[in-house]
């Protein structure tokens, strides 16, 4: 399931792009585990009447904040937000966390009294573990991408846009959290601590916590850690584009605060994407510069395209700087696959084929190329299909074979690039590789196809 956390717009085609370009936002399940805690407050907990209409005030706030995040989030990828939605992201959804952060801090806080007593120093301490919710630092709710961009026109009707984007912890968030861990310093500090080291029975509540969020809190090395536990992976696309993806691992320590009450944030210095991506002068015109994050297992969004000539309709997907057809568009001998492309496309090269394969490779951190590239059903071995690219078994036939087609272990696609008259170039995509190889052109393999001219650009 995708989580969407991150939207930006950026004004069209101006001389300079620049600024934050993405605004973090937590995802529909997390939302969905703040109003659960509400309601279990509103029918279990005691309150006194001011706290009562404090959390009144904010369940009828959360309802809302529902409600616009089920309609906001069904936006698909290649869409604009309206206004609404982007005033929803921008203003009324952190206005609703930070309230939620402040009142629910404060009501898990209410047990904790400075006693000498025992039974009273473990209520303190009981309370104060409680207070450490490590669903409350989840990672898709930190961090986010910053940076600058700025166009460049090209010929016909193109645009480069220069991007230069960092990894970085999400201002609102970090001064929320930093608050609310302040709070907690100011209530719990102390009474945790035993002889300048925590209490025992911290230690072991702190250890006993279930986190369903992903993370966890841990005491390493004097500090009170969040604890990212197992990997999580976000892609970023401009508009419906994949640029970059960055994934992190398990084990890595998310936030601390030490016996002094001083937060620190993991340090994301260095995380940094700058290239440049080509697009269509009329989109930026039209959409902007369309920034999104994703957290979690993914499809490759997916575009329709229709060939205006033939009236047929396909799914087209982005991967790089070229767009490629998701499905296959027929299958055939050589001949007839160099005219199943529609205008506006054509059978990809041997240099179309290497430029995906060399951008999966960079961009997959080390797993071998197939598995991003197949499908996730129909193989013996499942992929991941990482890209959209959905490769599926088909039937082929080498020329000079007796045999009926057969669907084969491999997928196999022809190349528009020519050995000679009598042979081309096909390229086969197994469980170990993507590989290149050569066939008589009356052979029948399968047909992708790719847009002319693509989205590259020669640097």
Not at 56 to 83: F, H, K, Y
């Amino acid at each position: 399931m995708l989580k969407r956390t991150a939207i930006t717009l950026i004004a069209a085609c101006a001389s300079v792009f620049a600024g934050d370009i993405s605004i973090s936002l937590p995802s529909s399940e997390n939302l969905g585990e703040k109003i659960s805690f509400l309601k279990d407050l509103r029918e279990n907990a005691n309150l006194d009447a001011t706290q009562q209409k404090n959390f009144n005030d904010l369940w009828t706030q959360a309802n809302n904040v529902a409600a616009m995040n089920n309609r906001c989030g069904s936006i698909l990828l290649n869409d604009i937000p309206d206004e609404a939605c982007q005033h929803f992201y921008e203003v009324e959804l952190p206005a609703f966390e930070a309230k939620f952060f402040e009142l629910t801090g404060e009501f898990k806080l209410n047990a904790v009294k400075a006693s000498n007593a025992l039974s009273d120093k473990r209520a303190m301490i009981e309370a104060c573990a409680a207070a450490l919710t490590p669903e409350t630092y989840q990672v898709s709710n930190i961090m986010t991408v910053i940076g600058e961009v700025s166009p460049e026109p090209l010929d016909d009707g193109m645009a480069m846009i220069r991007y230069n984007l960092a990894l970085a912890i999400n201002r609102a968030k970090r001064e929320a959290i930093e608050a609310q861990l302040s709070k907690w310093y100011e209530a719990c500090g102390e009474g945790v601590l035993s002889q300048g080291d925590y209490s025992p029975l911290f230690v072991q509540r702190i250890k006993k916590q279930v986190s369903r969020a992903g993370n966890y809190i841990d005491i390493i090395g004097g500090k009170i850690v969040v604890v990212q536990a197992k990997q999580e992976r976000f892609s970023y696309y401009v508009n419906d584009r994949f640029l970059f993806g960055k994934s992190i691992l398990a084990g890595a320590k998310l936030l601390s605060i030490d016996k002094a009450g001083v937060v620190r944030f993991i340090n994301t210095s260095g995380i940094q994407w700058k290239d440049y991506a080509i697009f269509n002068e009329e989109e930026i015109q039209k959409r902007g510069f369309n920034g999104r994050m994703l957290w979690g297992d993914r499809t490759a969004p997916l575009r329709t395209v229709r060939a205006f000539k033939s009236g047929r309709i396909f799914k087209s997907v982005i991967i790089g700087k070229q767009e490629w057809s998701a499905v296959d568009l027929g299958a055939g001998d050589w001949r007839r696959a160099v005219q199943s492309c529609p205008a506006g496309w054509h059978l990809p090269t041997d240099d179309d084929w290497k430029e995906l394969g060399n951008f999966v490779n960079a961009n997959s951190y080390g797993a071998p190329i197939p598995p991003m590239l197949k499908a996730a059903r129909g193989w013996a071995n499942p992929g991941i299909d990482l890209y959209g690219f959905s490769a599926r078994l088909a039937k082929y036939t080498e020329y000079g074979t007796q045999a009926p087609p057969q669907k084969k272990e491999c997928a196999r696609y022809w190349s528009n690039t020519q050995v000679n008259n009598m042979v081309a170039s096909y390229w086969e995509l197994c469980d170990d590789k993507l590989r290149l190889g050569e066939s008589d052109k009356r052979s029948t393999y399968s047909v992708r196809c790719v847009q002319d001219g693509n989205l590259s650009f020669k640097k």
